[in-house]
């Protein structure tokens, strides 16, 4: 027996789709939704729609963003010469909000996790050695988290560096084991970034 009109179960249904977001949760968000003001509704569901429609990666780096060349990479006062691979954008993010960071980046959009079926092809492994392969970069700062799937992704990219002579350091295991990295603090961050270590 349906309890909600159908309506009502599609809206939970969608919400309750989203990460960490149980059925509970999405019946409270769906209610708050449903007594919103009309138009306080339509900007939701149009931010959610132009996000999406608008939003791809950097041609150079991958992070997700509404221009075509993310405006780190277009900045002229990064040093170019070194990248520091990253998980996600909002890692990128967490970095970004220490501020002391001045290179460029490279975002994988994910992680390598066999158990999963999800391979060096499925993220954006390619695209770094690619990068590597045209620009003249001296260091890459491998920042996945320390997760196994992190550390396991790490590895696999510095066997592939390493015969090239570029510089692959690692950042500091300041960052606890498992943790991801856009819910650390800012001088645990700034502390695992001045402590990478040489591989
Ligand atoms: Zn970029």
Redesign the pocket.
């Known amino acids: 027996m349906e309890y909600y009109s159908k309506q009502i179960s599609d809206l939970i249904g969608e919400l309750s789709s989203l990460p960490g977001i149980g059925v509970k949760s999405a019946q409270r968000m769906a209610f708050h939704i449903l007594h919103m003001p009309k138009d306080r509704a339509k900007s939701l569901a149009e931010a959610i729609l132009s996000a999406r429609e608008n939003v791809q990666f950097?041609k150079?780096?991958f992070?997700l963003?509404d221009r075509e060349?993310?405006p780190?990479?277009a900045s002229k006062k990064r040093n170019k010469k070194v990248i520091m691979v990253v998980e996600d954008t909002r890692d990128l993010v967490a970095y970004e909000k220490v501020g002391k960071y001045e290179g460029?980046?490279h975002v994988l959009n994910g992680t390598m996790n066999p158990m999963q079926g999800i391979g060096p092809n499925d993220i954006k492994i390619k695209e770094l050695f690619e990068r590597l392969s045209k620009e003249d970069v001296e260091e890459v700062i491998i920042a996945t988290n320390s997760t196994t799937e992190g550390e396991a992704t790490a590895m696999y990219i510095t066997k592939l560096i390493k015969p090239s002579g570029i510089k692959v350091s690692r950042i500091a295991s300041g960052v606890p084991v498992g943790g991801d990295l856009e819910c650390i603090d800012e001088v645990t961050l700034l502390r695992a970034l001045e402590g990478r270590q040489e591989l």
Do not use: D, M
């Open positions: 950097c150079e780096c992070t963003t060349i993310c780190i990479c460029v980046y």
